[in-house]
């Protein structure tokens, strides 16, 4: 049994304990965050959100993206800017924040693997930085829009190919996406993946930039990301050898071309996309930012691949997870004598759907004695109408937890608000930054009129 206080890596960089044993991040008490703006409450702590981008974008250098599922809104997408990294969205919406944000289009990859014509469109006509192509459906797509669209001294749309690399990561199945059965990419196995890079080379309109592959979220494991991309420098080998004679061979390859397509100056490029674990638990440890990097930079380096080769990825978890955490308060405490103890809190499924979804574990604690020993177990629930609307199936609390408190869930900033519901019509919470003593509300709390906004009458 646990009955250890919550581990320090669970939290974000800026987090403190006062004298009182308060927990405070970006300089201020939770308790003073949860008065001022009410629960539940996503806080994040600003700078560690800044430093994780410096990390990939020092790590991984030019062209490395943020992926916004794990978490975007306006402010995020412009610290992400801000920051020097790119913006990988995946849908129209997510562009559409992006866009509205500030965001340069030309900054913006584009994934999807059911790009409508109308996305599709609106991606051409911004001029997105990469749309990251992945079925010939959408190759044939693209084809037809540009062909309507194509005028004199438009600038051809730089592609990638998704490729799935066939491998099975150790991660949930749901967010595995590598393997040979599965709705993303196009197969090195039985050769769709040369097939569609080489058929946009001849496309007019656009040109191929580079590949892209991404095999799952939450691994913890290196080694899958070293095998992608391998594989990803054996296809990027096959294909300028196949095709040097249009494309002008690999950059500094002696082609005629002297670059891989019209791809900008940074060299062709090899996506190995997202999917670095965080650790949820006090018991888990993830690689950094920096060790992923390090790590497949050094195999892709080994493969033989041309050195020019731009290697990069698209973290979203490994940014944001840790930097967040969600503030609840305890409203009902129930004890069934001899079965378990429920603590209800206000939220549940509805902000947090990821143990619902995946069975995922998370810690708990206490603001007022952040680092106190925790010594009962109890099970979090929420406030929705289902028994599987579980916060926490099996928590560590302290002992005299009581109703009223503020209890903290952290590592909560990665698909939390992204994924949240309004399910029995609770309204979502707010999303508040912290830092240097001062908090800003980046997304309002929805209101109970809110509930309504929708309805035509
Ligand atoms: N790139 C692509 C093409 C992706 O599909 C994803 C995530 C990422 C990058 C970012 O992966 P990350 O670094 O965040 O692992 N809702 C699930 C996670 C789904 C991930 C979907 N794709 C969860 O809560 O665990």
């Known amino acids: 049994m646990r009955s250890t206080p919550i581990a320090r890596h669970l939290l974000p960089d800026s987090a403190t304990v006062d004298a009182s044993g308060m927990l405070c991040v970006g300089g201020i008490r939770l308790d003073e965050l949860a008065d001022s703006f009410g629960t539940p409450l996503f806080v994040y702590d600003e700078d ?34 801000q920051e020097g990294l790119r913006l990988d969205v995946a849908s129209e919406g997510e562009m559409h924040v992006a866009i509205k944000a500030g965001v340069p289009p030309s900054s913006l990859v584009l994934h999807g693997n059911n790009k409508s014509d109308s996305e599709i469109a609106s991606a051409l006509s911004y001029g997105v930085g990469r749309m990251v192509v992945d079925s010939f459906d959408e190759i044939h797509r693209i084809e037809e829009i540009v062909s309507k669209m194509d005028g004199p001294g438009r600038s051809p749309q730089a592609l990638m190919v998704r490729i ?12 595995r996406t590598g393997q040979a059965d599965s709705k993303f990419g196009f197969s090195i196995d039985n050769g769709d993946a040369l097939s569609a890079a080489r058929r946009i080379i001849q496309m007019k309109g656009v040109e191929l930039a580079g590949l892209h592959a991404h095999i799952g979220s939450q691994i913890f494991d290196v080694g899958h990301f070293e095998e992608e991309v391998k594989l990803l420098v054996g296809l990027a080998g096959e294909l300028a050898g196949d095709v040097g004679a249009e494309m002008g061979g690999l950059p500094g390859s002696g082609g005629a071309g002297e670059s891989f397509g019209a791809c900008d100056p940074g060299g062709f490029e090899l996506c190995i996309g997202g999917g670095l ?33 731009r290697i990069t990825a698209e973290p979203g978890r490994a940014i944001v997870a840790v930097a967040g955490m969600t503030l609840y308060t305890v409203g009902t405490v129930k004890d069934i004598a001899g079965i378990r103890t429920y603590l209800s809190v206000d939220g549940g499924m509805s902000d947090n759907p990821r143990p619902v979804l995946y069975g995922s574990g998370y810690e708990a604690f206490l603001a007022r ?24 199936a099996d928590a560590m609390v302290p002992a005299d937890v009581s109703v009223g408190d503020l209890l903290v869930t952290p590592v909560t900033g990665a698909y939390g608000y992204s994924m949240a519901s309004n399910y029995n019509k609770v309204p979502r919470p707010a999303v508040v930054w912290v830092s240097s003593g001062g908090a800003k509300v980046v997304v309002r709390r929805e209101s109970l009129d809110d509930m309504c906004r929708l309805d035509a009458g």
């Open 277 to 309: 674990g965080v650790a949820y638990l006090s018991d888990e440890s993830a690689p950094t930012i920096s060790r992923w990097a390090q790590a497949v930079s050094q195999v892709a380096g080994e493969s033989g691949g041309d050195p020019r080769l």
């Open 369 to 392: 004695e952040a680092y106190a020993e925790r010594s009962r177990r109890v099970r979090i629930v929420g406030e929705h109408c289902e028994s599987g609307d579980i916060v926490v």
């Open 48 to 81: 560690h959100l800044r430093a994780r981008c410096r990390e990939a974008r020092q790590a991984w250098g030019d062209g490395v993206a943020y992926a916004s599922k794990a978490f975007l809104c306006i402010a995020m997408a412009r610290l992400v800017h």
């Open 164 to 175: 799935n690399p066939g491998i099975e990561a150790h991660t949930h199945e749901y967010v």
